[in-house]
């Protein structure tokens, strides 16, 4: 079918974009004298993908989000929350599965409570998320009784580990759940009625609720899967840290936020791809890695993250009005 | 083509709906017989969109009832309406601009099995729904944003046609498109006519009406005043019904003398502009400017007031050669700009009508740098009652107004400033026909007071009946200028469509 393959072009042209900023900025540090050695080792390479796990899955939640029109501010104090849940849960001597499946479900309710508040209140998404962001943070902080939690260690630590315990996986167990993840994402939001009514919220909610789709659950339905991957994210963390550090990754929902945009994502809704946020996210797990290579100081790092996101949203927007 | 049947698809009786102390509607009785186009007519307020909405599921009425098939009708919601048959396809599209033409149509009604879509069966219902309106050049896989105004149009008619709709209510389907366009949805209604499907089809357009419609109905302060067959009945009887007195002149000429040259173009050429125009505009002069939509006519007009940049060529009034302008310069050089986009760039809807009139010039009002806020609104209220702006007084949001008062604030916004020289981008789009001839009245009078008025329209009628000379737009640059009574309709028409002036 002709259209259908101009269909798949169009797609792969949305994401080249992001993809040669991905191997522009590889290249980048790939050339400089310095850092060329340590930096395309499989060593490293492994270490960014391992270092990338937390964002790329609070992305991959984020993508519904945003492509339905919507944003969560509050995806970073979740996964702080969902850490500290978890172990807190190890340490009390729940079992580990168990835990893990507790941490995952406590992002979903703060997900959840997110699409409720948004349905019912009728209240703007930002603002929303934006209280939620300091009530989550709040509650982390209160059940760790404001200190890190420390938990005997378990399997749950090997996830991330960045020498895989069976050696044939080759890179830690959560990079894998996150390649598993994104393919399972990125066919949902291809492949079924679902991902469907996600675009169509965020390209016109009027006509969506005109045609019959249900936005109120459909919203609620998004959020919830936004927090489970927080989570989901959370648990992550708490498997790096080995603690449950109500602190841990302030600021976070940023670089998750501009994983997806960098990647596609447009703010206003109804445009992004999991391919692009994934993108989104190495080009930012890269760019932090190699400015950590060449002895840059933090603050270095954001300036560069922060032009990049101009930047991108820039090209994208000329892409956009040349198209029209 | 077969005759409506004789059995009522739908039928409305005695159908009251008040809103407060308006009777939007009032004991309205209607009916639509199966495979017909009928037209609703009325000036605005009298009640159109009230009964659609009441129509469409969207608003309960107070009392009466409505039968469609001859069965109950008593819609929840709008969804309850889409479900029995009933589909509204408004000025502004209801579609998402992201999503692919098959995304939209089947939006809410996605084919699939446990949820996975099944792409090809949808596929060939689009693609044979598309073929039933004569419009297979449509691919299903563009994104609905990349389409054409009149090709949005089509696949909101087939979303309606593949929920099986018998009824198609059609609000302004002509007002942005293009002549073309306009013929094309002229032949899909004619086919749906063939599918048994009933059209009701709301307009200003008078002319238009009597082409594509069978029968028509009028409404005046929510009452159906009237209601016939089209063949037979003349424009002046159903203007009459419509404003419930002799309307003879549609467009009242007001005397004026044109005096010297005040405007000029000179190869003005904006960014936005793809060719220089020059064009001399006098002191008392109506120049209309004709033109396909995208013609190049609005860039003009928005080169010439400065909102777009000026790349070549200049603009000279009164002798004086002006340099690049900004709007704030122009509107202290004396000039107003009436946009095209009513809603979006010509009012600010959540404000009020005070606001909206005084927002080009404030210093009438100001004392020590602040603004007197009683001597403004008691200037407005003069203003609302100069104009005949039907609003609750100078505080009234704009927003809550009708097309055609929302319009008449804008006009008045012109005026307010003391523009010498004023640019309408298509003024009467989208209003009844009084308002219309109240606002050519004006333009009327502005010119007799000796300023110059640019008049940019697609409703040719218009432009012959109320301007002292017409100049044609076509693919951006200037075709011709003539005295008025040197055009007709046909080569107007010719000139805008083809580019070549054809002899009148």
Redesign the interface.
């Known amino acids: 079918?002709?259209?259908?393959r101009?269909?798949n072009l169009q797609r792969a042209l949305n994401v080249l974009g992001p993809f040669i900023g991905l191997v522009f900025v590889i290249a980048i540090f790939a050339l400089i004298p310095e850092v060329r050695g340590r930096f395309m080792r499989a060593e490293n390479i492994m270490s960014v993908a391992t270092q990338s796990v937390i964002v790329a899955l609070g992305a991959l939640g984020m993508t519904f989000i945003i492509i339905s029109g919507g944003i969560d501010l509050s995806a970073a104090s979740n996964l702080a929350l969902a850490s500290v849940i978890t172990a807190y849960a190890i340490n009390a001597g729940v079992p580990p599965l168990a835990a893990v499946i507790l941490g995952v479900l406590t992002g979903g309710a703060v997900g959840f409570a997110n699409g409720a508040l948004v349905t019912r209140l009728r209240l703007v998404p930002f603002i929303v998320t934006l209280g939620m962001m300091g009530i989550a943070r709040g509650v982390a902080k209160w059940i760790a009784g404001n200190q890190k939690i420390d938990a005997p260690m378990t399997w749950v630590n090997d996830l991330m580990a960045r020498t895989p315990h069976p050696a044939w996986l080759l890179m830690a167990p959560g990079v894998w759940i996150v390649i598993v993840f994104a393919v399972v994402t990125a066919v949902v939001l291809r492949?079924?009625?679902?991902g469907?009514h996600v675009?169509?919220l965020?390209?016109?909610e009027?006509?969506?609720r005109?045609?019959?789709?249900r936005t109120n659950r459909a919203k609620i339905f998004i959020y919830t899967i936004g927090g489970l991957f927080c989570g989901l994210s959370g648990v992550m963390e708490f498997s790096r840290l080995t603690v449950g550090d109500p602190t841990v990754a302030v600021g976070l929902e940023l670089d998750i936020i501009a994983a997806v945009v960098i990647g596609g994502g447009s703010l206003n809704g109804?445009?992004g791809s999991i391919l692009g946020s994934m993108i989104g996210v190495l080009i930012m797990s890269f760019l932090r890695n190699g400015c950590t290579m060449m002895g840059w100081p933090n603050y270095i790092q954001e300036i560069i993250i922060g032009a990049i996101i101009i930047v991108a949203v820039t090209l994208d927007r000329m892409r956009h009005s040349r198209?029209? | 083509m077969s005759a409506p049947s004789a059995s009522p698809v739908l039928r409305m009786e005695q159908v009251s709906k008040a809103y407060g102390a308006t009777r939007a509607l009032d004991g309205v009785t209607f009916e639509l017989r199966r495979g017909e186009v009928h037209a609703l007519l009325g000036e605005n307020g009298a009640g159109k969109s009230t009964m659609m909405k009441i129509l469409s599921g969207a608003v309960a009425p107070d009392s009466g009832r409505m039968f469609i098939d001859g069965r109950p009708y008593v819609p929840a919601g709008?969804?309850a309406g889409?479900r029995r048959g009933v589909s509204m396809i408004y000025q502004e599209l209801?579609?998402?601009?992201?999503?692919?033409v098959e995304?939209?149509i089947m939006?809410?009604?996605?084919v699939?099995s446990g949820?996975?879509?099944d792409r090809r069966t949808m596929?060939g219902g689009v693609c044979n729904a598309l073929a039933s309106v004569d419009h297979s050049e449509i691919?299903?896989?563009?994104p609905v944003?990349?389409l054409s105004v009149g090709a949005k149009q089509v696949v909101e008619i087939v979303r309606a046609l593949m929920n099986r709709s018998r009824i198609l209510v059609m609000d302004e389907p002509t007002s942005s498109l293009t002549l073309e366009d306009s013929v094309r949805l002229f032949e899909i209604i004619r086919s749906l006519k063939a599918q048994d499907v009933s059209v009701i089809y709301i307009s200003h357009f008078l002319e238009e009406v009597q082409e594509v419609a069978d029968s028509y109905t009028v409404l005046r302060d929510g009452k159906n005043v009237g209601s016939g067959a089209m063949e037979g009945t003349g424009l002046e009887d159903i203007i009459q019904l419509m404003v419930g007195q002799k309307f003879t002149e549609m467009f009242p000429r007001v005397p004026h003398e044109r005096g010297g040259v005040f405007v000029s173009l000179n190869e003005l050429k904006g960014t936005a502009m793809s060719s220089p125009v020059s064009l001399a505009l006098a002191k008392g002069e109506i120049l209309g400017v004709a033109g396909l939509v995208g013609a190049g006519r609005t860039e003009m007009l928005r080169t010439v007031f400065g909102l777009d940049a000026v790349e070549s060529g200049c603009l000279v009034v009164s002798g004086v050669e002006m340099a690049k302008g900004t709007p704030w310069a122009r509107i202290r050089q004396g000039f107003g700009l009436l946009s095209e986009d009513r809603q979006g760039e010509g009012l600010a809807l959540p404000l009020s009508v005070a606001d909206n009139v005084t927002l080009s010039d404030f210093s009438p009002y100001l004392r020590f740098g602040l603004i007197s806020v009683a001597r403004r609104q008691a200037a407005v209220g003069d203003w609302i009652g100069r104009m005949k702006i039907r609003a609750q007084g100078p505080a009234q949001k704009v927003l809550s107004l009708s097309g055609g008062n929302q319009q008449k604030v804008a006009l008045a916004r012109l005026l307010h400033q003391k523009a010498e020289v004023l640019l309408l981008d298509e003024p009467t789009r989208g209003i009844d026909v009084v308002s219309k001839a109240q606002i050519y009245e004006w333009i009327g009078e502005l010119a007799r007071g000796g300023k110059a008025v640019l008049f940019v329209s697609s409703y040719l009628p218009e432009l012959l009946g109320v301007c002292d000379r017409i100049a044609v737009f076509h693919r951006g640059g200037l075709v011709d200028v003539r005295e008025a009574s040197a055009w007709n309709a046909q080569s107007l028409m010719s000139a805008a469509t083809v580019g070549r002036a054809a002899e009148a």
Do not use: Y
């Not at chain 1, 492949?191 to 679902?194: D, E, R, S």
């Not at chain 2, 939006?107 to 996605?110: C, K, S």
């Not at chain 2, 691919?139 to 563009?142: I, K, L, N, R, T």
């Open positions: 079918m002709n259209g259908q101009r269909g492949f079924t009625v679902f469907r675009f169509a965020g390209s016109n009027a006509t969506a005109l045609c019959g789709i109804g445009e198209a029209s | 709008p969804l889409l209801n579609l998402a601009p992201h999503l692919t995304e939209n939006l809410g009604r996605e699939h949820g996975w879509l596929r691919s299903p896989d563009v944003g990349k």
